[in-house]
């Protein structure tokens, strides 16, 4: 199974990175291989998944110190060793408990995550470009 999390609060601006992602995913996939979730704590689904996640796509906004929008593939490792989230729950318990094959992890610089804000103009462009890279992962 592919496992894809939007990770993110839709209420605080750019943190709506990762449902934004999922949105646009669940228009485009009809493969029944693909679970896709999206939410603020991704911890209270992941006890749900019964199946052995073969790839899992992470998509989150995180501080890489880059202009906002910016869209980095973090390596896996990077996400156990630093607190890049902007989530106070480690992804990597995550993936630590899922024990996928593959973990790619998606993350943009937010703009501003305060709340009731609505996502910048600079994360609605790094949404599209999470969506190709999504596809492209799916793919391989």
């Known amino acids: 199974m592919i496992l894809i999390l939007g990770v993110g609060n839709e209420m605080r601006g750019d943190d709506a990175f990762g449902p934004l992602v999922v949105e646009k995913l669940r228009e485009i996939s009809n493969q029944n291989s693909i679970t896709i979730w999206s939410g603020d704590t991704p911890e209270n689904f992941i006890g749900k998944i019964k199946e052995r996640v073969e790839k899992l ?26 607190a890049v989230s902007t989530h106070k729950i480690p992804l990597s318990l995550i993936i630590d408990q899922l024990k996928p094959e593959k973990t790619y992890f998606i993350a943009a610089q937010p703009k501003a995550v305060e709340f009731g804000t609505e996502p910048s103009k600079e994360i609605l462009k790094a949404v599209e470009k999470a969506i190709e890279m999504v596809k492209d992962m799916i793919n391989q």
Not at 59 to 72: F, H, I, N, R, W
């Open 57 to 82: 796509i992470i998509m989150d906004t995180a501080y890489l110190g880059k202009e906002p929008g910016t869209v980095e593939l973090l390596e896996p490792e990077r996400i156990t060793k630093q």
